[in-house]
T-cell receptor, first 113, second 113 residues
Framework: GNSVTQMEGPVTLSEEAFLTINCTYT??????LFWYVQYPGEGLQLLLKATKADDKGSNKGFEATYRKETTSFHLEKGSVQVSDSAVYFCALSDPGANSKLTFGKGITLSVRP | EPEVTQTPSHQVTQMGQEVILRCVPI?????FYWYRQILGQKVEFLVS????????KSEIFDDQFSVERPDGSNFTLKIRSTKLEDSAMYFC???????????FGEGSRLTVL
């Protein structure tokens, strides 16, 4: 079955540091890949997505590239801000599966001023 | 901006009691979902709902669970006889299309004592 593995957290960074959050997946077929973010007290929000190999999703300075050869979708940001403190979830959606998402465990990012 | 709303935000109940979690999806969305996250674990798919019937459900979604869209705006998750292991954050989501972005509510935290 489908699965998503995220690196263990939590992650604590200083403001303006470089961020990488690793995500790898196992899936049959050709899934779409997503990063969702959950800010304190809020629901999950779509951060970015990529629907096919070599696509790069980007939003709010975050980027992730769909790497089929390494089955990865690592999230990066060049310079994090305190306001980026949140929980980040990697997820995949099997195209034929009714938009059902399979999530990773999530990782908490804390950014210090 | 339209959003998915969930009530209650937190419910505490005794084991064996019935619980109903309520969701108001975005008004023009057609696909509805429940997910849950047990503390420290992954966000797990429970059930998807389209055209007034369940389109897919997970192994977790046993006979104790049911969903309903009673009035064209609310989407409810009922747990008939709660168990300790039902303690989790329950997220409702909706989508305009079956391949579209899922919009999540803030979640309802259920604590079973």
């Amino acid at each position: 079955g489908n699965s998503v593995t995220q690196m263990e957290g939590p992650v604590t960074l200083s403001e303006e540091a470089f961020l990488t959050i690793n995500c790898t997946y196992t899936a049959t077929g050709y899934p779409s890949l997503f990063w969702y973010v959950q800010y304190p007290g809020e629901g999950l929000q779509l951060l970015l997505k990529a629907t096919k190999a070599d696509d790069k999703g980007s939003n709010k300075g975050f980027e992730a590239t769909y790497r089929k050869e390494t089955t990865s979708f690592h999230l990066e940001k060049g310079s994090v801000q305190v306001s980026d403190s949140a929980v980040y979830f990697c997820a995949l959606s099997d195209p034929g599966a009714n938009s059902k998402l399979t999530f990773g465990k999530g990782i908490t990012l804390s950014v210090r001023p | 901006e339209p959003e998915v709303t969930q009530t209650p935000s937190h419910q505490v109940t005794q084991m064996g009691q019935e619980v109903i979690l309520r969701c108001v999806p975005i008004s023009n969305h057609l696909y509805f979902y429940w997910y849950r996250q047990i503390l420290g674990q992954k966000v797990e798919f429970l059930v998807s709902f389209y055209n007034n019937e369940i389109s897919e459900k997970s192994e977790i979604f046993d006979d104790q669970f049911s969903v309903e869209r009673p009035d064209g705006s609310n989407f409810t998750l009922k747990i008939r006889s709660t168990k300790l292991e039902d303690s989790a954050m329950y997220f409702c989501a909706s989508s305009a299309t079956h391949t579209g972005e899922l919009f999540f509510g803030e979640g309802s935290r259920l604590t079973v004592l």
